[in-house]
């Protein structure tokens, strides 16, 4: 019998550079013999690793590459690429499904079972494709594991709970009938084609060996048809298979602990399969049981490269993953002074730390010529922020694992056109879209100026939804303009809106209807977007991938059963998540990020190891939602730690560079983090031989460090010039400027008002303007008759219909209070008081010069001609201390304005009334209150309370507007809380309560 010709490449070998290295020498003096040669690697990057390594060993001359060709491992999800047709010796097979097509077509079978087991009255689009997504993993990895349909079907589920038995009888069904619906397509699941081509060439290779060199390297975890593949490859005459970091020297004894199983029963080692499969040499173990190799029988690969790191460090890195059994071998092992040279710890305190670190580090080593470095980590969010970090520096790092689409500026897009529709085009959504970098690249300044104008319009509380609501809002933001220059603004917009609402009514049609299918969904979309951002949208890499994608979903989006339109964002966004764009060519070609598949065969001179906490590297086992775990280990199917094994293997192999640096931070954007087991292993054997880095982490701190100790602001106090203060003054600014002088300033002088948010919550303002609105149609028209109130404030209420939280919350809160509005003025028309004028304006210059300005919310006059002044407050009416202390002037200001003659429609008479209406609408509907009572007893009177407001008005006046004093920020504090609008541009958190 021939022996197997199996080798394998430790970890501290550059592993495509030795493989190169030694296919060279073996066919050295024929170079005819390695270009008829086959090289069978795990997936298209180890190809491409490979020629590279090929490349930098051909410096003397040409060279005829072999033919190099991806056949997948079991946990890739790999095309098989030439493979299929071209070594397969002709076997004739249907084409493959495509993916799209495929989870489209799984998508209403996971929603019929769904709707039938599953006691929810609607499953969403979005999670139906999610679970379609999850069956499709499945499916496949029963046809890669060889798994027949019959042993599916009997299946022993009597100890698994109800729904799980479902759940198998259901998969059931779909694994025997998924087949034949797939030939009704003419077509054939990719795993089941992939695994037929194997086996047919796998058939061919021992009928009738090939006299060419045929060699399979870098396989880790392999199927069954893989692995009896590389059983034949091994026995060929002229065949090698090359495994990356197999443990030659681990006992034997800890070798069988290493237990596993398969599909046709326990193998040696007995069947506690969970407690093995998170071990690095798992993988090796069923594959070479497959193979029928012993371990003996594997060779190490006798040839070493300038690029391989010390082999004591591997010894040491392979110890350290030992079974828990076997970790008190650790207190015999002999750690030489250099054990873990070369191998540094970084414990960052959050990921941007961390990405600081990994990116200075990366800088660092462009400084040596010729120097590679790369980063390795399953972490795309940190990838991302070590990106962002070089680019700083003028360096484009070449990400191996690409960009999800729906991340770019195509995706995001595409994304936001989708969430403006299915939002009816609410503000926030609308102007997200409006504003899109893509959007109108031809005349982008205009477009933006009138998308900032349109932002204007659109502040405050959301208007009703649709397109004609905008516009009626630009029409009423318009007639409110204060200045011409605004007015005119807002009318040109209207004619720009008329041409952006019909590019999108489409869309808001298409929303309107109760079911959308995804051809209509993308067709409009499509035409919507070419209007709005034209050929900008599939230019590039990206644009060529939503090109694609949009292809796919048009040709097969008739499969996929009409589905909600809320649905639509999520489902987009689950295709365009799945879509990875890859970055083109001319990044820098020393530095690199690779994802742990990328980094298996890759090496670099420095490779840092990123993002070492529990969750991340490892990765949390994912359970399967269609086999239970019971189930997949009498299937004998990969368990779910089988991924931990990998990554374990995967660090052990990107610890075996020349030079290694391990990072973690202590905590995430949420909670402190738990460091890898990988690393707490490493820290337990290494002890103090691990070499803490501290000097990156001191170089990242001091990067964005303040110079010296915080300073602080101190409190402002402009002192602007008297002939440049303001002449005029409303009884609120009096207020303002008696209590809060700087944010006087900052809104007089300055011209600073606070923007409203975008769609923001009604606030007890808007409430405010509800019920004054309402009280003055009230007065206006019918005051005399209660009934009309209620009519009026329901009337209004239907214009909150469009907002859940008035509907809800407050409408009834309203009611109340107008109800108890209606009986309060009953009781006071009872004692002789008729309403006069609502919203009365006043007017007048005192004798100062200053002109006076005041709005009374109602005046009720009484039969002798003396007037009541009434002020609605939805909150609390000011205190004791603000009346008896000058900071609240209102309701006396507006006094001496009506019993003067300064407000339209009100003859002077003396007040002989104040009041407060306080309209909440809670628990307690309403209150009326008499400012000038205290504790039960008149404290002064309504004739004395105007005079001495009118003294405390023209102290101010002297003091502030025609002196010199100061415009302190919050001089009284305790009567100023009211005014924070401006309190971030006097930072008054900076000076607050600190001394000076």
Not at 7 to 12: A, C, D, K, S, V
Not at 473 to 488: C, G, L, N, P, Y
């Given at each position: 019998?021939?022996?197997?010709?199996?080798?394998?490449?430790?970890p501290?070998?550059?592993?495509?550079?030795?493989?190169?290295?030694?296919?060279?020498?073996?066919?050295?003096?024929?170079?005819?013999?390695?270009?008829?040669?086959?090289?069978?690697?795990?997936?298209?990057?180890?190809?491409?690793?490979?020629t590279?390594?090929?490349?930098?060993?051909?410096?003397?001359?040409?060279?005829?590459?072999?033919?190099m060709?991806?056949?997948?491992?079991?946990?890739?999800?790999?095309?098989?690429?030439?493979?299929?047709?071209?070594?397969?010796?002709?076997?004739?097979?249907?084409?493959?499904?495509?993916?799209?097509?495929?989870?489209?077509?799984?998508?209403?079978?996971?929603?019929?079972?769904?709707?039938?087991?599953?006691?929810?009255?609607?499953?969403?689009?979005?999670?139906a494709?999610r679970l379609?997504d999850?069956?499709?993993?499945?499916l496949?990895?029963?046809?890669?594991?060889?798994?027949?349909?019959?042993?599916?079907?009997?299946?022993?589920?009597?100890?698994?709970a109800?729904?799980?038995?479902?759940?198998?009888?259901?998969?059931?069904?779909?694994?025997?009938?998924?087949?034949k619906?797939?030939?009704?397509?003419?077509?054939?699941?990719?795993?089941?084609?992939?695994?037929?081509?194997?086996?047919?060439?796998?058939a061919q290779?021992?009928?009738?060996?090939?006299?060419?060199?045929?060699?399979?390297?870098?396989?880790?975890?392999?199927?069954?048809?893989?692995?009896r593949?590389?059983?034949?490859?091994?026995?060929?005459?002229?065949?090698?298979?090359?495994?990356p970091?197999?443990?030659?020297?681990?006992?034997?004894e800890?070798?069988?602990?290493?237990?596993?199983?398969?599909a046709?029963?326990?193998?040696?080692?007995?069947?506690?399969?969970?407690?093995?499969?998170?071990?690095?040499?798992?993988?090796?173990?069923?594959?070479?049981?497959?193979?029928?190799?012993?371990?003996?029988?594997?060779?190490?690969?006798?040839?070493?490269?300038?690029?391989?790191?010390?082999?004591?460090?591997?010894h040491i890195?392979?110890?350290?993953?030992?079974?828990?059994?076997?970790?008190?071998?650790?207190?015999?092992?002999?750690?030489?002074?250099?054990?873990?040279?070369?191998?540094r710890?970084?414990?960052?305190?959050?990921p941007?730390?961390?990405a600081?670190?990994?990116?200075?580090?990366?800088?660092?080593?462009?400084?040596?010529?010729?120097?590679?470095?790369?980063?390795?980590?399953?972490?795309?969010?940190?990838?991302?922020?070590?990106?962002?970090?070089?680019?700083?520096?003028?360096?484009?790092?070449?990400?191996?694992?690409?960009?999800?689409?729906?991340?770019?500026?195509?995706?995001?897009?595409?994304?936001?056109?989708?969430?403006?529709?299915?939002?009816?085009?609410?503000?926030?959504?609308?102007?997200?879209?409006?504003?899109?970098?893509?959007?109108?690249?031809?005349?982008?300044?205009?477009?933006?100026e009138?998308?900032?104008?349109?932002?204007?319009?659109?502040?405050?509380?959301?208007?009703p939804?649709?397109?004609?609501?905008?516009?009626?809002?630009?029409?009423?933001?318009?007639t409110?303009?204060?200045?011409?220059?605004?007015?005119?603004?807002?009318?040109?917009?209207?004619?720009?809106?008329?041409?952006?609402?019909?590019i999108?009514?489409?869309?808001?049609?298409?929303?309107?209807?109760?079911?959308?299918?995804?051809?209509?969904?993308i067709?409009?979309?499509?035409s919507?977007?070419?209007?709005?951002a034209?050929?900008e949208?599939?230019?590039?890499?990206?644009?060529?991938?939503?090109?694609?994608?949009?292809?796919?979903l048009?040709?097969?989006?008739?499969?996929?059963?009409?589905?909600?339109?809320p649905?639509?964002?999520?489902?987009?966004?689950?295709?365009?998540?799945?879509?990875a764009?890859?970055?083109?060519?001319?990044?820098?070609?020393?530095?690199?990020?690779?994802?742990?598949?990328?980094?298996?065969?890759?090496?670099?001179?420095?490779?840092?190891?990123?993002?070492?906490?529990?969750?991340?590297?490892?990765?949390?086992?994912?359970?399967?939602?269609?086999?239970?775990?019971?189930?997949?280990?009498?299937?004998?199917?990969?368990?779910?730690?089988?991924?931990?094994?990998?990554?374990?293997?995967?660090?052990?192999?990107?610890?075996?560079?020349p030079?290694?640096?391990?990072?973690?931070?202590?905590?995430?954007?949420?909670?402190?983090t738990?460091?890898?087991?990988?690393?707490?292993?490493?820290?337990?054997l290494?002890?103090?031989?691990?070499?803490?880095?501290?000097?990156?982490?001191?170089?990242?701190?001091?990067?964005?460090?303040?110079?010296?100790?915080?300073r602080?602001?101190?409190?402002?106090?402009?002192?602007?010039?008297?002939?440049?203060?303001?002449?005029?003054?409303?009884?609120?600014?009096?207020?303002?400027?008696?209590?809060?002088?700087?944010?006087?300033?900052?809104e007089?002088?300055?011209?600073?008002?606070?923007?409203?948010?975008?769609?923001?919550?009604?606030?007890?303002?808007?409430?405010?303007?509800?019920?004054?609105?309402?009280?003055?149609?009230?007065?206006?028209?019918?005051?005399?008759?209660?009934?009309?109130?209620?009519?009026?404030?329901?009337?209004?209420?239907?214009?909150?219909?469009?907002?859940p939280?008035?509907k809800?919350?407050?409408?009834?809160?309203?009611?109340?209070?107008?109800?108890?509005?209606?009986?309060?003025?009953?009781r006071?028309?009872a004692?002789?008081?008729?309403?006069?004028?609502?919203?009365?304006?006043?007017?007048?210059?005192?004798?100062?010069?200053?002109?006076?300005?005041?709005?009374?919310?109602?005046i009720?006059?009484?039969?002798?001609?003396?007037?009541?002044?009434?002020?609605?407050?939805?909150?609390?009416?000011?205190?004791?201390?603000?009346?008896?202390?000058?900071?609240?002037l209102?309701?006396g200001l507006?006094?001496?304005l009506?019993?003067?003659g300064?407000?339209?429609?009100?003859?002077a008479?003396?007040?002989?009334?104040?009041?407060?209406?306080?309209?909440s609408?809670?628990?307690?509907?309403?209150?009326?209150?008499?400012?000038?009572?205290?504790?039960?007893?008149?404290?002064?009177?309504?004739?004395?309370?105007?005079?001495?407001?009118?003294?405390?008005?023209?102290?101010?006046?002297?003091?502030?507007?025609?002196?010199?004093?100061?415009?302190?920020?919050?001089?009284?504090?305790?009567?100023?809380?009211?005014?924070?609008?401006?309190?971030?541009?006097?930072?008054?958190?900076?000076?607050?309560?600190?001394?000076?």
């Amino acid at each position: 019998m021939i022996r197997p010709a199996v080798f394998t490449i430790p970890p501290h070998v550059a592993f495509v550079d030795a493989l190169a290295l030694g296919l060279l020498d073996r066919t050295r003096g024929d170079p005819m013999r390695l270009a008829r040669a086959t090289v069978l690697l795990p997936n298209r990057r180890a190809v491409r690793a490979l020629t590279e390594a090929f490349v930098r060993l051909s410096d003397e001359g040409g060279l005829l590459l072999p033919r190099m060709t991806p056949i997948g491992d079991v946990d890739e999800d790999e095309a098989i690429g030439a493979f299929a047709d071209t070594l397969a010796g002709g076997a004739e097979l249907e084409p493959a499904v495509d993916d799209c097509k495929q989870r489209l077509m799984l998508v209403p079978l996971v929603k019929r079972y769904l709707e039938l087991h599953d006691a929810r009255e609607r499953v969403t689009a979005v999670e139906a494709l999610r679970l379609a997504d999850e069956l499709r993993r499945t499916l496949s990895q029963l046809q890669l594991e060889g798994v027949e349909t019959k042993k599916l079907l009997d299946l022993d589920v009597g100890d698994l709970a109800g729904h799980w038995e479902r759940t198998l009888r259901y998969i059931g069904i779909i694994a025997e009938a998924w087949p034949k619906i797939l030939a009704e397509e003419g077509e054939i699941d990719g795993a089941a084609r992939r695994n037929r081509l194997i086996e047919s060439w796998t058939a061919q290779l021992i009928a009738e060996p090939p006299a060419r060199m045929i060699v399979a390297a870098g396989m880790v975890a392999t199927s069954p048809s893989v692995a009896r593949l590389l059983r034949a490859v091994a026995r060929l005459p002229d065949g090698l298979v090359v495994l990356p970091g197999l443990d030659t020297g681990m006992d034997d004894e800890e070798w069988k602990e290493i237990r596993y199983r398969t599909a046709d029963g326990e193998a040696p080692g007995g069947p506690r399969q969970h407690d093995s499969e998170g071990h690095p040499q798992f993988s090796f173990r069923c594959l070479l049981h497959r193979m029928d190799v012993g371990r003996g029988e594997v060779e190490i690969w006798p040839y070493a490269t300038p690029y391989d790191g010390p082999p004591e460090r591997t010894h040491i890195v392979t110890r350290a993953m030992a079974p828990a059994r076997f970790t008190d071998a650790w207190r015999d092992l002999d750690l030489g002074d250099d054990a873990l040279a070369g191998v540094r710890l970084i414990e960052a305190a959050t990921p941007g730390e961390e990405a600081q670190v990994i990116a200075l580090a990366l800088r660092q080593a462009l400084e040596k010529p010729g120097k590679t470095a790369a980063l390795v980590t399953p972490d795309r969010g940190l990838a991302r922020r070590v990106a962002a970090h070089l680019a700083r520096w003028g360096v484009a790092l070449d990400d191996s694992a690409g960009v999800p689409l729906r991340q770019t500026p195509p995706g995001t897009f595409m994304l936001a056109l989708a969430e403006a529709a299915v939002q009816q085009f609410a503000p926030a959504p609308l102007l997200a879209l409006l504003k899109h970098p893509l959007v109108r690249m031809d005349g982008r300044l205009d477009w933006l100026e009138r998308a900032r104008t349109l932002d204007i319009a659109l502040r405050g509380v959301r208007p009703p939804p649709g397109l004609d609501a905008v516009g009626a809002r630009i029409e009423e933001a318009a007639t409110e303009a204060r200045s011409d220059e605004k007015k005119h603004r807002l009318r040109a917009l209207s004619g720009w809106w008329l041409e952006v609402s019909a590019i999108l009514d489409p869309l808001e049609r298409l929303f309107a209807n109760p079911q959308v299918s995804l051809p209509d969904l993308i067709d409009a979309m499509r035409s919507a977007a070419a209007n709005l951002a034209g050929d900008e949208l599939w230019r590039g890499p990206a644009g060529r991938a939503l090109s694609e994608l949009v292809q796919q979903l048009e040709l097969h989006g008739h499969r996929l059963d009409p589905f909600d339109p809320p649905d639509a964002p999520g489902l987009l966004a689950a295709f365009f998540q799945e879509a990875a764009v890859r970055p083109p060519y001319g990044r820098h070609p020393r530095l690199s990020v690779y994802g742990l598949l990328e980094a298996r065969l890759q090496r670099a001179d420095l490779m840092i190891l990123g993002g070492l906490n529990e969750g991340v590297w490892p990765a949390l086992s994912q359970p399967d939602p269609w086999l239970a775990p019971a189930a997949r280990a009498q299937l004998g199917l990969p368990g779910l730690e089988r991924r931990i094994g990998l990554a374990a293997h995967d660090f052990v192999q990107a610890m075996g560079a020349p030079a290694v640096i391990a990072t973690r931070s202590r905590r995430d954007a949420a909670a402190p983090t738990v460091a890898s087991r990988f690393w707490l292993r490493l820290e337990a054997l290494g002890g103090e031989k691990v070499t803490r880095e501290s000097a990156l982490l001191g170089i990242a701190r001091a990067l964005d460090a303040a110079d010296g100790p915080p300073r602080y602001a101190s409190r402002p106090a402009p002192r602007p010039p008297a002939d440049l203060r303001p002449r005029s003054l409303s009884v609120t600014g009096a207020e303002k400027l008696k209590a809060d002088p700087y944010s006087f300033y900052a809104e007089r002088m300055l011209g600073l008002t606070k923007l409203q948010a975008l769609d923001e919550d009604p606030t007890a303002a808007e409430r405010g303007t509800f019920l004054h609105s309402v009280l003055e149609d009230w007065i206006k028209e019918r005051p005399h008759d209660p009934d009309y109130l209620r009519i009026i404030a329901e009337k209004r209420l239907r214009e909150w219909d469009h907002h859940p939280l008035m509907k809800a919350l407050w409408a009834p809160r309203a009611m109340r209070a107008v109800e108890w509005a209606a009986e309060e003025m009953a009781r006071w028309s009872a004692e002789g008081w008729r309403a006069l004028k609502a919203e009365g304006k006043g007017r007048a210059t005192l004798a100062n010069g200053i002109t006076l300005t005041g709005m009374a919310d109602r005046i009720d006059v009484a039969a002798e001609g003396s007037l009541a002044i009434i002020d609605y407050k939805t909150g609390l009416p000011p205190s004791h201390a603000q009346l008896t202390g000058g900071y609240a002037l209102q309701l006396g200001l507006l006094g001496w304005l009506a019993q003067n003659g300064h407000i339209p429609d009100v003859t002077a008479g003396d007040v002989a009334a104040l009041r407060y209406w306080r309209l909440s609408g809670g628990n307690i509907a309403g209150k009326a209150s008499d400012p000038l009572v205290f504790r039960r007893q008149e404290w002064t009177e309504p004739q004395a309370f105007i005079t001495d407001c009118m003294r405390w008005l023209d102290e101010l006046c002297a003091e502030r507007l025609f002196g010199d004093a100061p415009f302190t920020a919050k001089l009284h504090p305790e009567y100023s809380t009211r005014y924070r609008d401006h309190d971030h541009l006097a930072r008054v958190a900076e000076w607050l309560g600190r001394s000076e």
